[in-house]
């Protein structure tokens, strides 16, 4: 198979005004009698005098032949876009044409289908721009996804691509595990959600990241897989050395697929980030992973949301968190866990002098004040700690309202007090001056602190401050009146 993706015979027309005008105006004009399933992967015809003619089986160079180089990105591109919408004919999409130098483009629900997915990876062979790719509900189709991993194979910038919900099916499966089983790409993140992969599917991926230690982040959310694809992708998990992010949450694993995707973590020292939530674990799910947590130091982050997991099953899980020195965030949400089981959770992090626990979620039980003591024990000796829960019983409006009183302004009050800026007050709070820290120091800094703030407020302080990288950024206060 040839890997060039060209337009055949194109050469860029440096006599229109502007992309935007060619796609509104342009007249359409048939191709060179050409069936276009057959000219798509074909070498661009020669136009210069003179080139050397390649031998028919040598794979071209994906740089496009362009006489006037510096015309690249301002007419060559979306010249060749529009020759590539002839070609497989289909009306070129302006967003495209207009962001063609961005890093990001985002095309989700743009109605591209396979011909139109087509045009795109023509023009995205030699496009140096784009870093994350954004094709997600496009209905390309296991033909769409062809187009696409013939273009990776020649695109080296392009490191995320979004291509959920596309129905890709068992072939789509199929060109993905090919492709990703070479190790050719630049490509970093695969988010694959919705796209009715089932367990024939998930042997295919086992196959693929089995050999594939480049994808960092991959994405299986909202699939069909059961206990036998739960199988297929723990083998997946025993050998994989390059995933550091996996979502498998919205699938259909129960006990079976629970153990073997467990059996597979016993054995992967890489993955940090494992999502398995609304899923159907049970006891004997959260059993295995609990023996899991006892020996793995690599996750950081867990969430096991609405998966049946009772007091049963959160007995085994804390006993492996008394162990586990690597855990930072634990979701447990809606899960039939009641405030003995939440006790248990909270005296496992006690236990443990090693802990680098930083956020519970048990955010649908409903707490009494003895646990609220027993838990401001645990965050004397775990201060980066924070569990959210549901309420506590028995307490007050008057209480609550106590509980949720602006934090920000009660660090105003301590700056006015000792004379110093709201600024000053956090770079007091980490050692080395900077402007930012992450969650769990900033929360064990803001406890230890002399400013009476409770953990409600620390954690409304943290949603204010927090970035989705997990740190928080107190700079943008520069700017604000002091």
């Not at 190790?183 to 988010?191: G, V």
């Not at 073997?260 to 020292?269: E, I, K, T």
């Amino acid at each position: 198979m040839v890997s060039g993706l060209r337009a055949p015979g194109f050469q860029p027309d440096t006599g229109r005004e502007s992309g935007e005008a060619a796609v509104k105006d342009e007249p359409e004009t048939e191709p060179a009698a050409q069936n276009s399933d057959e000219t798509f992967y074909c070498e661009a015809e020669a136009s210069v005098a003179g080139e050397k003619e390649k031998p028919g089986g040598e794979s071209s160079e994906t740089d496009l032949e362009i006489e006037d180089t510096e015309k690249l990105f301002t007419t060559g591109q979306r010249e060749l876009y529009l020759e590539a919408c002839k070609l497989v004919g289909v009306v070129p999409v302006s967003y495209f044409i207009r962001n063609m130098e961005e890093s990001y483009m985002n095309l989700n629900h743009h109605g591209l289908g396979p011909s139109g997915t087509k045009a795109i990876a023509i023009a995205l062979v030699s496009n140096t721009s784009i870093v994350t790719l954004e094709l997600a509900d496009n209905c390309i189709m296991e033909e769409g996804t062809l187009s696409l991993v013939q273009m990776l194979q020649e695109n080296y910038y392009l490191q995320d691509l979004n291509i959920s919900n596309n129905d890709l099916g068992l072939k789509g499966a199929s060109t993905i595990s090919e492709f990703l089983q070479r190790n050719t790409s630049s490509l970093l993140n695969l988010q694959l959600s919705g796209n009715n992969f089932k367990d024939e599917a998930a042997e295919l991926f086992c196959q693929a990241f089995s050999a594939n230690y480049r994808i960092k982040t991959l994405d299986l959310s909202h699939n069909e897989f059961s206990d036998k694809g739960g199988e297929h992708l723990g083998q997946m998990l025993a050998l994989n050395i390059g995933l550091q992010s996996l979502d498998l949450s919205w699938n259909h694993f129960h006990t079976r697929g629970a153990v073997a995707l467990c059996n597979g973590l016993r054995a992967n020292v890489t993955l940090q980030k494992l999502d398995l939530s609304m899923n159907g674990f049970g006891n004997e799910g959260a059993t295995a992973l609990g023996e899991v947590l006892r020996l793995n130091n690599s996750l950081v982050y867990i969430d096991i949301s609405s998966n049946d997991i009772s007091n049963e099953g959160v007995i085994k899980i804390s006993k492996g968190l008394e162990f586990n020195e690597s855990l930072k965030v634990l979701k447990l949400f809606l899960n039939p866990v009641s405030m003995d089981g939440a006790t248990l959770l909270i005296l496992s992090i006690k236990r443990n002098p090693k802990s680098k626990m930083e956020e519970i979620d048990i955010s649908n039980v409903l707490v009494s004040e003895q646990f609220v003591k027993i838990l401001d024990g645990v965050c004397a000796i775990h201060p980066q700690l924070d569990v959210t829960y549901k309420a506590v019983q028995g307490f007050s409006a008057k209480k609550e309202l106590l509980l949720w009183t602006n934090p920000m302004k009660l660090i105003q009050s301590y700056a006015d007090q000792h004379q110093i800026t709201v600024i000053d007050f956090f770079k007091s709070l980490n050692p080395n001056g900077r402007m930012m820290m992450s969650v769990g120091d900033f929360r064990k800094a803001m406890i230890q602190d002399k400013v009476p703030m409770n953990p409600y407020q620390v954690r409304e302080l943290i949603k204010k401050l927090a970035e989705k990288t997990g740190m928080v950024n107190f700079s943008f206060l520069k700017t604000e009146k002091r």
